[in-house]
């Protein structure tokens, strides 16, 4: 095709600017910037937060180089891969947005310590939203320095208390796997699992004192295929606490101590929470936990909801207090506001191979509604005996019908 002479004159133009610009040296300043950017980066889509001005000192603030990593590998096609390495790396709440063009992973070998001026946070302190395929693993600690703010949970004394951050929050994320790492002292729960599908949390060890405030191991709620296995939790609050609208769920090799037990609820507390279904909690140990396997709804429950198709199977407890049990007049710190109201149906329990001691009397406690008494309830050996000597073992079975197979005659009170 043919040029015209103005079309050439343009031509030659861009040709002689290309030119003089070839023939020139980078800027240094930018010369740098790309040099920077290749390390950091490297092969296979790696950043490294400490090649990108995070530092291991473990009092330097690491947020800007944290989320520098995060942004450029959310951002980007293929796997991506973030890294912490060895080190104390201090960091304020980290807003982890999807969707993502590619999978990220994120390489836990240090450890990421949480800041502790509650000032910064507005919610959470590590809250990834909306990222699906996202793997965490490493050897690496989420340290979230509760003890230096525990003394702010008013929790105890009123429903509308101020929250203080949960550690590692996933929200909307599908088919995410959270292995080997620690989750250490959260300032509130150290994990909380909301409106997910197909979450596994696999090796990972959750600890905090036993008197911590609220400190939940495990939380999750409006999710459903979630599948905990091989993981150690010891904290103030519940181990694990499966929350309304939760459905699918397998807890297996698990163990627990200290901390409240495996829960399902509190249930009722808010308006129209969703059923709970499908859970399944299975060889499993209890040491020295304030309760067992749980079942908890409010008594002055706001909402109507029904929890069902539970099953417990090969559970070991070992000098537990209330091993097995169903509340449902939970009423933490007596701050209820009515009595016997209830609107949650509890149905299609099992208790399977329940063994093992009690520190209380009564092994078994299961406290249903007048209202909306518990049906379904199976006792399949279960063998708790009371670890004391002055009274016996015992169970206490209000507004509750099932069956009992095997296991201790003092137990099958149904």
Known sequence: MALSSNALRILFLVVLVCTAHAGKPAPKEKSEKKEGAAEASGPGGSFDISKLGGSGDGKTDSTKAFMEAWTSACGKEGAQKILIPKGDYLVGPLNLSGPCKGDVSIQLDGNLLGTTDLAQYKANW???????????????????????????????????????????????????????????????FHMNIFQCKGVTVKDVTVTAPGDSPNTDGIHMGDSSDVTITGTTIGVGDDCISIGPGTTGVNV??????PGHGISIGSLGRYKDEKDVTDINVK??????????????????????????????????????ANPIIIDMNYCPNKICTAKGASK??????????????????????????????????????VKVEYKGTNNKTMAVCNNAKGSVTGGLKELACL
């Open 126 to 188: 590590i809250e990834i939203i909306k990222v699906d395929n996202l793997v965490i693993s490493g050897a690496g600690k989420l340290d979230g320095q509760g003890p230096k703010v525990w003394e702010n949970n008013k929790c105890n004394k009123k429903y509308d208390c101020k929250i203080l951050p949960n550690s590692l929050v996933l929200d909307f994320c599908n088919n995410a796997t959270v292995t080997g790492i620690t989750l250490l002292n959260a300032k509130f």
């Open 252 to 257: 297996t090799d698990v163990t627990c101590g």
């Open 283 to 320: 060889d499993c140990t209890l040491k020295k936990t304030t309760n067992g396997v749980r079942i908890k709804s409010y008594e002055d429950a706001a909402s109507v909801l029904t929890a069902s198709k539970i099953h417990y199977e090969n559970i070991q407890m070992d000098d537990v």
């Open 344 to 381: 949650v149906t509890v149905k299609d329990v099992t208790f399977k191979n329940i063994t093992g001691t009690s520190s209380t009397p009564e092994a078994v406690s299961l406290l249903c509604s007048e209202k909306i008494p518990c049906t379904g309830v199976t006792m399949d050996s």
